[in-house]
Antibody, heavy 121, light 107 residues
Framework: QVQLVESGGAVVQPGRSLRLSCAASGFTLSNFAFHWVRQAPGKGLQWVALISYDASDKYYADDVKGRFTISRDNFQNTLFLQMDSLRPEDTAVYYCARDPSITGDVYFDFWGQGTLVSVSS | SSELTQDPAVSVALGQTVRITCQGDSLRNYYASWYQQEPGQAPVLVIY???RRPSGIPDRFSGSGSGTTASLTITGAQAEDEADYYC??????????FGGGTKLTVL
């Protein structure tokens, strides 16, 4: 069955870097676009980044543009989020989510369980 | 702040019908999807493309969209439907965007 498993979350100091991974199984990764979505403690969902099925297109929320980089390895069935220059406001649970849409719309049909990133001195 | 607006909280009596709405200009051009999130859990897709239900989602969940408003309706709400619900579509920049979420209480 479809599974997405995030890892790499940790407690880090402001200004440091962290790399999140999302391991996929049960389907062919290269057939889908993927997103990272985050949720700060007690807050709502916030979209972070999108990568197309072949990595030719990448988009970022304004809050993270220039600091975060989304990438994927279709051979290793893994999605990544490189987070640099971390700020306290980046503290959140980070989810990877699969996007099966082939039209101009977007939706997320499977989500990982999330990994917690805490940015604090 | 989100470009998709949801009521922060809604309540419904057990077995009754409740509608959760999502408003935003982008909904004129893009479909909405809806997600249920229970405390401490990842979101679950319950409606996509305004009104399509994924396999495994009970048929008491339905969706609709008209103009700048998308709606999620639960017909015959159950205790297990108590959760946070988020709409999603694209914002004015074309990026994915979520509504602020609606906390549903089943009385």
């Amino acid at each position: 069955q479809v599974q997405l498993v995030e890892s790499g979350g940790a407690v880090v100091q402001p200004g440091r870097s962290l790399r999140l991974s999302c391991a996929a199984s049960g389907f062919t990764l290269s057939n889908f676009a993927f997103h990272w979505v985050r949720q700060a403690p007690g807050k709502g969902l916030q979209w972070v980044a999108l990568i197309s099925y072949d990595a030719s297109d990448k988009y970022y929320a304004d809050d993270v543009k220039g600091r975060f980089t989304i990438s994927r390895d279709n051979f290793q069935n893994t999605l990544f989020l490189q987070m640099d220059s971390l700020r306290p406001e980046d503290t959140a649970v980070y989810y990877c989510a699969r996007d099966p849409s082939i039209t101009g719309d977007v939706y997320f049909d499977f989500w990982g369980q999330g990994t917690l990133v805490s940015v604090s001195s | 702040s989100s470009e998709l607006t949801q009521d922060p909280a809604v309540s419904v009596a057990l077995g009754q019908t409740v509608r959760i709405t999502c408003q935003g200009d982008s909904l004129r051009n893009y479909y909405a999807s809806w997600y249920q999130q229970e405390p401490g859990q990842a979101p679950v897709l319950v409606i996509y493309a305004n009104n399509r239900r994924p396999s495994g989602i009970p048929d008491r969940f339905s969706g609709s969209g008209s103009g700048t408003t998308a709606s999620l309706t639960i017909t015959g709400a159950q205790a297990e439907d108590e959760a946070d619900y988020y709409c999603n579509s694209r914002d004015s920049s074309g990026n994915p965007s979520f509504g602020g979420g609606t906390k549903l209480t089943v009385l």
